[in-house]
């Protein structure tokens, strides 16, 4: 059997790495380990999203916590090194693109290990982004590379890497979306809220370019501030982004908007729900613009670029310019004028087969 490590660190990798898991699981052909490195520290919320997501207690849990980029995977590799000496895998398997992706890719490449990087070849454009360099080293030094959408095919190929090494499986988060949408019956935030269907704006905000600095995130906040008069506007508000709030003296700013409600963050399957009915989503993850896009949900992405550009070219996502009057003449048109968005090629609930056919015949086929 193929011992494959699959790696997670933070709440978008479980989504990614549950259906992968499963299906190595159902294969009869692997022996799947899975280590949580725990660059998403909040026990809590992790285990919320296991068990949401059906996948089982991890065999490992490094607990390395938070601290700078450099300080993270530094304490990601020492630790995460100790254990693949100890498994000896065949395989290290990686998805996204956060610290614990770039750290265990690293880690693997050094001590000789195959390296399998799903999502790989998005490109934003912007370096100055911390995931487009871990996206970038990855995928520079893994042995396979299994591809979301058309762009990361062709930033691939121009980047020199060889055809052999791509395949283009489609995109494993809808496989988790698809898979989890029957769940929702059972959960009733709706009314919790008393919002209804269509009629309410659900938001993110975690980036540091969009939360770190006063004048951006003042921008957004007035912007929900407007937004509110119109519809409710649910936020289940990252820690990150809470503590900017309060450091730049913006909490009674927000305390004084009636109808947005700052939620703590909840579970895969309470967002799923919250995401399926909201009439728009505004967001500055890469993730939820993919989701968006499956459900012909009206996104608006607060960035001036996109790693994931078929949401925008297919999809029903639109690129909002970070500033109030942006955003508004922006959340006005995608409610006036939506986008009939269509579904990108192959995502459709069975990516993370077609990723365990393919590492399945290449270790056939090197044996």
């Not at 725990?38 to 059906?54: A, T, W």
């Not at 970038?136 to 959408?149: C, G, M």
């Not at 790693?307 to 955003?327: F, H």
Request: with cysteine.
């Amino acid at each position: 059997m193929l011992k494959v490590i699959n790696i997670v660190g933070a709440r978008p990798n479980f989504i990614k790495i549950a259906p992968i898991y499963r299906q190595m699981q159902q294969s009869g052909r692997f022996h799947p380990i899975l280590i949580h490195t725990g660059q998403h520290y909040d026990e809590k919320m992790s285990q919320l999203f296991f068990k949401d997501l059906s996948m089982p207690k991890p065999d490992e849990y490094l607990g390395v916590g938070s601290g700078s980029h450099a300080e993270q995977t530094g304490k990601i590799m020492v630790a995460l090194e100790k254990s693949i000496i100890i498994q000896k895998p065949d395989l290290i398997l990686v998805v996204g693109d956060v610290n614990s992706t770039l750290a265990a890719s690293i880690l693997a490449s050094k001590l000789s290990i195959p390296v399998a990087h799903v999502e790989a070849g998005l490109r934003s454009g912007d370096r100055s982004m911390p995931e487009e360099i871990n996206r970038i080293i990855t995928d520079s030094i893994s042995d396979y590379l299994f591809v979301t959408e058309k762009s990361g095919l062709d930033h691939l190929k121009s980047e020199g890497i060889s055809e052999s090494k791509i395949h283009f499986t489609g995109n494993v988060m809808i496989d988790s979306l698809i898979d989890n949408l029957q769940k929702l019956n059972g959960v009733d935030i709706l009314n919790h809220f008393s919002l209804q269907p269509k009629k309410y704006a659900l938001v993110t905000l975690h980036r540091p370019s969009n939360v770190d600095q006063e004048n951006s995130i003042k921008m957004i906040i007035d912007a929900f501030g407007k937004i509110q008069l119109e519809m409710p506007v649910i936020f289940p508000i990252h820690p990150r982004t809470r503590k900017m709030l309060d450091l730049f003296g913006l909490k009674s700013h927000v305390d004084a908007m009636p109808d947005l409600h700052l939620i703590d963050p909840v579970g895969y399957l309470v967002f799923l729900t919250l995401m399926k009915h909201a009439g728009i989503v505004l967001t500055d993850s890469g993730g939820i613009q993919e989701e968006t896009t499956w459900l012909g949900i009206q996104c608006l992405t607060l960035r001036p670029n996109t790693e994931r550009p078929s949401t925008v070219t297919l999809g029903t996502n639109r690129l909002v310019p970070l500033n109030t009057e942006g955003i508004i003449t922006a959340f006005h048109d995608a409610i006036d004028h939506p986008k009939n968005g269509r579904i990108p090629p192959l995502w459709d609930g069975q990516t993370a087969q077609r990723i365990v056919d393919v590492l399945s015949d290449i270790y056939k086929k090197s044996n």
